[in-house]
């Protein structure tokens, strides 16, 4: 009945009672909060059970493994698989499977190859759904070759032949590399075969057809689907008014959506996201408010992306009380902030010349389970280096490497531009010492370019004289640049020097 609170209620009330819960007791609470969702109460009660040393069967461990993947609880699925190894409990294909299937979502191929050998060396050979999730997982990844490779081999296969949904999983792949012309052929093999397209099929080819503007193309699509006994849903609607505003046809994407109310769809909250972010694009927040007014209305639930789509807005235009309060409501409502929604308040505040709030923030990730990635840490470096907090940023950037975080170009060049304009040209080079040679080449050459554009020519100098040590090709537009700065500073004797330098690694 979904009465989890009531039965949780009951649990507690056989305990007091002195009658001790067994196995199928914990069983119970952490099913139920499963399938109702609720990952985070259903690992604490498996946490319960597993203290108690009570183990889990195989059907209960398919069950939490599928539920935890599927709601990003991957490394907490993974531990759990082992943990029931370590018990002696033997997995079955299944298992597997399902496992296979939370590393693909996640984006972990190579772990989730590494799990299909160890099924095969214990003797489970991989069905049509194994193949299936493995296909998806390459072509999410963007290997669509690799993964066409592994379909053939299906296709070549006396036992197990590609299904409905092994043939969408290819066809999303072809269709998010817009390689439409291999989509739709592989559309045709399907038919041949005799497969049937689906809902999804149709999804994702509409998706692709948008993606490159050939919206003539998906209307044709949708009108197949109704030919086919597929009732275009509101999930197919979606996809071509977020293609249509992507493109800039705004009006054209409203006219459609007021198409499908007339037979009888409704609005999901994926279209308010839609027509939220567009209206957010074109930085009418007002009307973006209005539509997460709608959607509490007409009694749906905001999601965090409704939530970060505006908190990103209003960040934009400088307006941190607005999006401390939206960022207030969604953690209320239990809603957990995403990397974005951090990155966003934590760009903001750095924006509005609020380092201290943004590092507050930022420290605050951990316990929403969000990891920083080069744009956050990029977003608080840059607002330290405008405050002048060039040791903090030299830290924040020093952790960021260790933690295996490659900073990104606009990043390396702004902490050690801002040393430099200290006249702290060896914290500079320190700065950029622990990058790898490519990128401290490239770094530097626009370091060179920058400083001259500034006069500062001497400086440049040091940094150009340390390019030839590690580029004898150097950049034609940096030299010009650097020389035309010395020629404005009357600083011929830096050409000189350089011009000698090169020369002499020419020859």
Same mark, same amino acid.
């Given at each position: 009945m979904g009465l989890?609170?009531? *039965?949780? +209620?009951?649990? #507690?009330?056989?305990?007091?009672?002195?009658?001790?819960?067994?196995?199928?007791? /914990?069983?119970?609470?952490?099913?139920?909060?499963?399938?109702? $969702?609720?990952?985070a109460e259903a690992d604490r009660w498996l946490s319960a059970m597993l203290e108690r040393g009570f183990l889990?069967?195989?059907?209960?461990?398919? !069950?939490?493994?599928?539920?935890?993947?599927?709601?990003?609880?991957?490394?907490?699925? /993974?531990? !759990?698989? $082992?943990?029931?190894?370590?018990?002696? !409990?033997?997995?079955?294909?299944?298992? &597997?499977?399902?496992?296979?299937?939370g590393l693909c979502k996640r984006g972990s191929i190579k772990q989730a190859f590494e799990l299909l050998d160890e099924m095969v060396g214990k003797g489970w050979k991989p069905n049509i759904y194994t193949h299936t999730t493995l296909i998806d997982g390459l072509c999410k990844k963007g290997w669509t070759e690799k993964a066409f490779r592994l379909f053939l081999k299906l296709v070549r296969s006396d036992k197990y032949k590609p299904?409905?949904?092994?043939?969408? *999983?290819?066809?999303?792949?072809?269709?998010?590399?817009?390689?439409?012309?291999?989509a739709e052929m592989l559309l045709t093999r399907m038919e041949e075969q005799g497969l049937v397209p689906n809902t999804n099929t149709y999804a994702v080819l509409i998706n692709g057809h948008c993606k490159v503007g050939n919206f003539n193309k998906a209307y044709e699509l949708m009108?197949?689907?109704?030919? +086919?006994?597929?009732?275009?849903?509101?999930?197919?609607?979606n996809t071509i008014v977020d293609g249509l505003c992507k493109k800039g046809r705004v009006q054209e994407a409203y006219k459609l959506l007021e198409r499908g109310f007339k037979h009888g769809l409704q609005a999901d909250i994926v279209t308010?996201?839609?027509?939220?972010?567009?209206?957010?694009?074109?930085?009418?927040?007002?009307?973006?408010?209005? /539509?997460?007014?709608?959607?509490?209305?007409?009694?749906?639930?905001?999601?965090?992306?409704?939530?970060?789509? @505006?908190?990103?807005?209003?960040?934009?235009q400088k307006k941190m009380k607005e999006s401390q309060q939206l960022f207030n409501d969604a953690v209320r409502l239990g809603l957990v902030p995403t990397k974005k929604t951090y990155t966003s308040m934590i760009n903001g505040y750095c924006?509005? $010349?609020?380092?201290?709030? *943004?590092?507050?923030?930022?420290?605050?990730?951990?316990?929403?389970?969000?990891?920083?990635?080069s744009i956050t840490y990029g977003a608080l470096i840059s607002g330290l280096c405008k405050e002048s907090k060039l040791d903090e940023a030299h830290r924040l950037y020093a952790a960021m490497i260790d933690? $295996?975080? %490659?900073?990104?170009?606009?990043?390396? @060049?702004? !902490?050690?531009?801002?040393?430099?304009?200290? #006249?702290? %040209?060896?914290? *500079?080079?320190?700065?950029? #010492?622990?990058?790898?040679?490519?990128?401290?080449?490239?770094?530097?050459?626009?370091?060179?370019?920058?400083?001259? %554009?500034?006069?500062?020519?001497?400086?440049?100098?040091? &940094?150009?004289?340390? @390019?030839? #040590?590690?580029?004898?090709?150097? +950049?034609?537009?940096?030299?010009?640049?650097?020389?035309?700065?010395?020629?404005?500073s009357n600083k011929y004797a830096l050409v000189s020097d350089i011009s000698e330098k090169i020369s002499k690694g020419i020859g």
């Open positions: 989890v609170e009531i *039965a949780e +209620n009951v649990f #507690d009330e056989m305990s007091d009672t002195g009658v001790s819960p067994n196995s199928s007791s /914990f069983k119970l609470m952490v099913i139920a909060y499963c399938r109702v $969702g609720r990952i889990v069967d195989n059907a209960t461990c398919t !069950l939490i493994v599928s539920r935890f993947c599927e709601n990003s609880y991957v490394n907490r699925a /993974f531990w !759990l698989f $082992g943990k029931m190894r370590e018990m002696g !409990l033997t997995p079955n294909m299944i298992n &597997f499977t399902s496992m296979i299937n299904n409905v949904y092994t043939y969408t *999983a290819m066809i999303n792949g072809y269709c998010k590399e817009d390689k439409l012309h291999r009108d197949e689907m109704g030919k +086919n006994g597929f009732t275009p849903n509101i999930c197919t609607y308010y996201n839609i027509l939220m972010s567009e209206h957010c694009k074109e930085t009418d927040t007002r009307q973006a408010l209005v /539509f997460l007014s709608k959607i509490l209305k007409v009694g749906l639930t905001p999601d965090m992306h409704s939530y970060t789509t @505006l908190i990103s807005a209003f960040c934009r924006r509005d $010349g609020d380092t201290s709030l *943004a590092v507050k923030l930022f420290q605050r990730m951990g316990a929403h389970g969000c990891v920083p990635d933690k $295996g975080i %490659s900073p990104c170009e606009v990043t390396r @060049l702004t !902490l050690a531009y801002e040393y430099c304009k200290k #006249d702290k %040209s060896a914290t *500079a080079m320190a700065v950029l #010492d622990s990058l790898d040679k490519k990128l401290w080449i490239r770094t530097v050459n626009t370091l060179v370019r920058k400083l001259c %554009s500034e006069k500062k020519v001497n400086m440049a100098a040091l &940094f150009l004289h340390k @390019l030839v #040590d590690k580029d004898q090709i150097v +950049n034609h537009i940096t030299i010009a640049a650097f020389m035309t700065a010395c020629y404005d």
